[in-house]
């Protein structure tokens, strides 16, 4: 449960953000960094080099798909458990993904926001707050796997 | 950049803290962004990251004696090190932004895997 400076922190550096630019970058990282996570994502087509996955148009769509979802969690730090109960289910028993497979992703996620944001604005307090926000989501999304 | 990259890691994975008691006050993160001695020790694990970095065909044996030493004298647990590898890749991607690019990030962490796997060798 993160306190309310937490809280005010996550959605500052929220705000900060695009959905539409962070999402993709985040996603190709994910494919390109950590190659054994393409298993799960045939459906997008060409993923055969960091170029193809950057350039490929369903890998940036599904960035975006991705970082709309997490938006809900910033809209909902009351309740994330619940808010990505329904998500949770379906990485599990319809996509069948590694639970440790999502770490992976908010470790993507946050070198992309580390480099959008740069060391003034994403200082270790930053880092620390929404960290504790990823770790809480990666929870949620964990808790069905079980 | 080499000296602050150890204060994400007491900061955000505050369990961290139990290895560097002797570090004096790391009461909370603005103590531990200016704390002298933390800067100083941030220098010296760059200095060992670099000696993997000169030693790239050999970095098991050139991490044997450290290894060891994290196991057996200051009983670090292994996990640890993954946190501490993470924090210097974030670190390098706030500083370095936009020229840290996918390729970039996917060698380093390639490096960094080798790095961890070396330092845990001596506990198994």
């Known amino acids: 449960v993160e306190s309310q400076a937490e809280r005010s922190a996550i959605v500052g550096l929220w705000e900060q953000l695009s959905v539409d630019e962070i999402g993709p970058q985040a996603l190709a990282r994910l494919l390109i960094v950590y190659p054994w996570t393409q298993r799960y994502f045939a459906s997008l087509g060409d993923l055969s080099s960091p170029a193809a996955i950057m350039g490929n148009p369903k890998v940036a769509t599904h960035g975006k798909v991705v970082m709309g979802a997490l938006e809900k969690g910033v809209k909902n730090l009351d309740d994330i458990k619940s808010t990505y109960a329904a998500l949770s289910e379906m990485h599990s028993d319809k996509f069948h993904v590694d639970p440790d497979n999502f770490k992976l992703l908010t470790e993507s996620l946050t070198i992309c926001v580390a480099m959008k944001l740069g060391p003034s604005v994403f200082t270790a307090d930053a880092q620390d707050a929404w960290s504790k926000f990823l770790a809480v989501v990666v929870s949620a999304f964990c808790e069905q796997s079980r | ?124």
């Open chain 2, 1 to 124: 950049m080499k000296t602050s990259d150890r204060n994400p890691c007491a900061v955000v994975y505050p369990w961290t803290q139990r290895y560097f008691a002797h570090f004096g006050n790391l009461y909370n993160p603005e103590m531990i962004l200016a704390n002298p001695k933390i800067a100083n020790h941030g220098v010296v694990v760059f200095r060992g990251l670099e000696m993997a970095v000169q030693n790239m065909d050999n970095i098991k044996n050139t991490y044997a004696n450290l290894s060891k030493l994290h196991s057996e004298k200051l009983h670090v647990d292994p996990d640890n090190f993954q946190l501490l590898a993470d924090c210097i890749t974030i670190v390098i991607a706030t500083k370095m932004r936009s020229a840290f690019t996918p390729e970039k990030q996917a060698t380093w962490y390639k490096f960094l895997s080798v790095v961890v796997s070396a330092l845990s060798k001596q506990y198994f």
